[in-house]
């Protein structure tokens, strides 16, 4: 039987995601949130399609080949170039839906987290855990302009999701759409064939027959499928099948702990001891999830986590916010204790004003808006 009360945790979360991002919204400015990188920069495929000739026409102010906007995977853009064709949009609809699909997408994710969080009974304040997960500092900046992340983060939780739960198909599919959104979605692959290759490995060391290969694993070829089909639009519009790896400085893979030379451009400074606190919380977030009995959330943070600290990015936080509601996961306690919660008000205030700060100096160069119109 239906219950209102089951609703009202939804409802509150979308409320809080609604209030704080209008409160950012009205601090700043529209102008400001349309320029934020790399929003913009999503809005060219959403009107061309990766097309270069239509990219040509839209004669950017940007001095950039048309390659650099295949660093900009399509499924994001799709969406705004679908939510664009809803008719009450009116003016500025790319730019609008640029924003509106982030927002929508934020929505389903805490809904979603706080979902999963009931299902696998992962805490007994999944409330509270889910509301926390929304005002990481980084995360609230990025949830309220036009940004994939959210997208991203959801698509990575329905796959982790559907895997655990053993609808594999559905794992498959989801983590192909996140591999369409951002190429490290690449990575729920290799985590899942190790949960797989374990399930075959420790019966076998305790002296158990091994389980019988499930032929529906092969659906999980869905993941990186995804990323092929990506390659396949290129390859069309391009002509070009890895003009991903030929956009330009987009790839940051370097060595491990790389961000640590000041000199390099997508650096650009020796005050980075803000990373190695990401560096140690997604850390120790791994060795509390190595002995949880969902496999999955365990290896895709270890291979994600060694994945990132090859990334030569000042915003490393931004790089690791994937794994953000997996550490709320492993620190489940800590997050929801009310020494956490009483800071956690104090500094909220604190929360908004540097994403303020952020929102108001992170912002694109542009004086031409009809590219974007």
Do not use: C
Request: charged fraction near 15%.
């Amino acid at each position: 039987m239906f219950s209102m009360r089951r609703i009202y945790p939804y409802l509150i979360l979308t409320f809080i995601v609604l209030i704080s991002t209008f409160t950012l919204w009205l601090s700043v400015g529209f102008l400001n949130i349309y320029k934020q990188y790399d929003g913009p920069l999503y809005v060219v495929p959403a009107k061309t399609f990766y097309n270069p000739q239509e990219i040509e026409n839209l004669h950017l102010e940007m001095t950039v080949p048309n390659k650099y906007f295949a660093a900009h995977l399509p499924l994001y853009p799709t969406l705004i170039r679908l939510m664009s064709l809803i008719r009450p949009i009116g003016n500025l609809r790319y730019l609008k839906s640029m924003v509106g699909v982030n927002l929508l997408a934020t929505i389903g994710l805490v809904l979603f987290f706080y979902y999963l969080l009931k299902k696998f009974k992962l805490t007994k304040n999944p409330m509270i855990l889910a509301s926390v997960m929304l005002f990481l500092p980084r995360f609230l900046v990025v949830r309220s302009a036009g940004a994939p992340e959210s997208l991203f983060i959801l698509l990575i939780l329905l796959s982790l999701f559907f895997f655990e739960s053993k609808k594999y198909w559905l794992a498959g599919l989801f983590g192909g759409m996140a591999t369409m959104t951002k190429t490290p979605g690449i990575l729920l692959f290799p985590a899942y064939a190790f949960v797989i290759f374990e399930s075959f490995v420790i019966p076998a060391k305790a002296g158990i027959q091994s389980k019988k290969f499930n032929f529906k694993w092969l659906y999980l070829f869905l993941i990186p499928l995804g990323l092929f089909g990506v390659f396949g639009i290129y390859s069309i519009q391009y002509k070009d099948f890895f003009a991903y790896f030929h956009s330009g400085d987009n790839i940051h893979l370097v060595f491990p702990f790389s961000v640590f030379n000041f000199q390099k451009s997508w650096v650009g400074t020796a005050w980075l001891e803000d990373i190695l606190i990401y560096y140690f919380l997604y850390g120790l977030s791994i060795f509390h999830l190595k002995n949880s009995k969902y496999r999955s959330f365990f290896y895709f943070s270890l291979i994600f986590f060694i994945a990132t600290l090859f990334v030569q990015h000042r915003d490393i936080s931004r790089y690791f916010l994937p794994l953000w509601p997996l550490a709320l996961i492993a620190f489940e306690k800590f997050f929801t204790s009310k020494k956490f919660l009483l800071i956690g008000i104090i500094l909220l205030p604190a929360i908004f004003l540097f994403a303020r700060n952020f929102l108001l100096y992170n912002v694109m160069p542009i004086s031409d808006w009809s590219p974007f119109l």
